[in-house]
């Protein structure tokens, strides 16, 4: 017996970090596909990651955006894209995208620190600013 099924019908959502295969932001563009109706725009910082390739394998209702979610400028220049794309209207904002150094305590530099708070705090905040008045104005966004 399967769970229950998410009810994506007709909704706008968003991803962050979304293009490594085997990655949970990818899992979660592909749970939101595989239950059918909902349109889904994921962004990665890796070109590479995202792009026709991925968009072919994800079957449709999928469109990739390059963003680093650390880039004040590189989030607005994607929510510009997302809020043509999706007609002003979003439902649903995942913020995944994050990164981790595999480095001892004390080899760590002040730099990736910093890189690591960027990406995974910053970048939350960056992107739920830019994308929330699309999440106000369209009935109710998650």
């Known amino acids: 017996m399967s769970g229950p099924r998410l009810r994506l019908e007709g909704k706008k959502c968003v991803v962050t970090g979304g293009g490594a295969r085997g990655g949970i932001g990818r899992a979660i563009v592909e749970t ?3 239950e059918g109706g909902a349109q889904v725009a994921f962004c990665d910082i890796n070109r590479e990651r995202g792009g026709s390739e991925v968009e072919m394998a994800l079957r449709g209702g999928c469109r990739f ?3 680093d979610v650390s880039d004040p400028g590189s989030v607005e220049s994607f929510s510009r894209a997302v809020k043509e794309h999706f007609s002003g209207t979003l439902h649903v904002l995942v913020n995944n995208a994050g990164i981790s150094r595999y480095e001892r ?4 530099t002040y730099e990736s620190w910093r890189r690591v708070l960027e990406t ?3 970048g939350t905040f960056l992107v739920t600013k830019a ?3 699309m999440m106000r ?3 109710g966004g998650r």
């Open 65 to 67: 955006f390059h963003c």
């Open 32 to 34: 939101f596909l595989r």
């Open 105 to 108: 305590f004390e080899d760590i």
């Open 137 to 139: 104005g369209g009935g």
């Open 131 to 133: 994308l929330l008045p």
């Open 120 to 122: 995974d705090l910053s």
